[in-house]
């Protein structure tokens, strides 16, 4: 028997304490039922042309990009490629959307949106070829370190931005994510401070489908991950990843949004991860590939080339541009990566304190004379002609 | 008792006696005036001034703003603690008590830690996490940890502990001040120990990573820290009766580890027991007796002993003072330094 069974229940009425009521009404936070398209759409006649261009440019050269890298897996010249194939709309349009001043949070799956906010390729894949962590002073182009634990890199936006809006300056953070990062505590963690201090931070959650090898169906029982905002009282944002207008419109939205002191957004980019989780991966052994086709029909780069050659502003000559353009991205990229990385193993006990404490002194110069020892054994057998 | 002090500018004033907890609300006050980046953020930090008072007053000098109480979630406050400093902000977290602290540890261990290093020192993260820790309180469980091993296991974090009212005011303001991550461990059964302190002319503290003769001896050398230092300061004066003359050494940083202060003392007396309430193995006590062991060996009469608090997770309040080493394990420890040999 529950109270309301009891009898004289119905007479039984408590009104909540005057503490309790919902204090956001959740509606206008809700996202929308199906994912936001731009391409194919009546939208499409409110984007600037010039934006079409642009974003099909980068978008192949992003594609090119990623290929190459893969490629030098291969190669031996990167240790690991977390590829973004499939997924360059979210990646270009995260990059594009932001001003200088702005912060980009990428994991390690969003090297190209570091590349694509003017990284050097370089610097952005020394963490993928061993060489050295971060490849890049974050400051300079205020793009944080590509962050391998899931999710743990969004509070550092949510800080980031925070402190910005403490100190006054117009300063908006982006933070990326993926389907499976949006199960970690620190997602949780971060969405609910970014909403209670109202810090002016997008989370852009790429939904790529699967976690290494495990489907959303099993990361989440929610209507979908948009719909996670709410619960945190700020708005949720449900866009197709692929069409790279969309995504460039709805996280340009969330970014004047936040510059405004507005506050976070969620948005979740519906795509799909063409490649293996990385090169390490056999995607094999957990999807069928009549879904890999399916997601085919609707690549970012085929949705925005069809729409610009339809509307006759991109003939073959200029896909053909797009395309040289990308290679020779491709080919630099190639020969620069080609020359070993030069390693300074000294530096390893450079940079773990402001000062180095004695005992890293003495580490040091224990590997010192190791590297001294093992240059006089390399010059010994050069002598002896061995 | 008060005694007089010296201020910087030579004025008199007079010391009266202070806990270490108005020690360490002074020292985050005085570095919160002094330094406008300074901003200390944690649960209950604000309004109610900590559980246990440390922050008190900071939200109502310095705003909401500066002294902020943030959501429950200690991996969320200290991560966007990290996303603070990025931005040029020196945080102070607290984290209520040590066990709570726990849910950080992948932010602490994976980005604080390591931020300098793997930014190539392009960003240091100026970041200072004071945890209360230890037992003797009475607290029921969860709430009396010495969480200090898995801290010192860690490249990249400093760890700091005072023992005395002015190393808790002088230690937290260079720990704030560094340009590196502190674990500031906070001795919570001390917050209430008492000394002749002025708050206007405390003494020159030396740089983290200097340990300190708190007693002169030369029969053997008590080495601990933190909440420990007073048992090692009594056990040193009851020892005296038994015709021992211990030195006490007080570590003051467990990171960086003073090495020389340390064996110089044991280099001098011959003998050492590390005395701390942390559990022994895996303890911080088998590192420094190792480290004598490796620098002292010629000079050492007996094997380096540890008193130490048991191998368990720690035990309920009404049994803790089974756990926690005392006066007489100290004394019977000192016993086994193969005295024999010397007479």
Redesign the interface.
Known sequence: MTVQELPGAAAYRPTPPPAWKPITDPAPLLPDPEPYRVLGTDAVADVDPELLLRLHAELVRGRRYNAQATALTKQGRLAVYPSSTGQEACEIAAALVLEERDWLFPSYRDTLAAVARGLDPVEALTLLRGDRHTGYDPREHRIAPLCTPLATQLPHAVGLAHAARLKGDDVVALAMVGDGGTSEGDFHEALNFAAVWKAPVVFLVQNNGFAISVPLAKQTAAPSLAHKAVGYGMPGRLVDGNDAAAVHQVLGEAVARARRGEGPTLVEAVTYRMEAHTNADDATRYRVDSEVEAWKAHDPVRLLERELTERGLLDEAGVERAKEAAEAMAAALRDRMNADPELAPMDLFTHVYAEQTSQLREQAAALRAELDAERDHDEHDAEAGR | MTTAAVTADGRRTKAKPATMAQALGRALRDSMAEDPTVHVLGEDVGTLGGVFRITDGLAKEFGD?RCTD??L?E??I????????????R?VVEMQFDAFAY?AF??LM??VA???????????LPITVRVPYGGGIGGVEHHSDSSEAYYMAT??L?VVTPATVEDAYGLLRESIA???PVIFLEPKRLYWSKADWSPEAPAAVEPI?KAVVRRTGRSATLITYGPSLPVCLEAAEAAVAEGWDLEVVDLRSL???D??TVAASVRRTGRAVVVHESPGFGGPGGEIAARITERCFHHLEAPVLRVAGFDIPYPPPMLERHHLPGVDRVLDAVARLQWEADS
């Not at chain 2, 390591?114 to 240091?124: D, I, L, S």
């Open positions: 703003d943030t959501p979630a991996a969320g200290l991560g966007a603690a990290v996303g603070m400093a990025m931005y040029g902000l945080p849910p992948e932010q994976s980005h390591k931020w300098r290093n793997r930014t190539g020192g392009a960003m240091p490249p990249g400093h560094s340009d590196d990573g990171v960086p580890f090495d020389e």
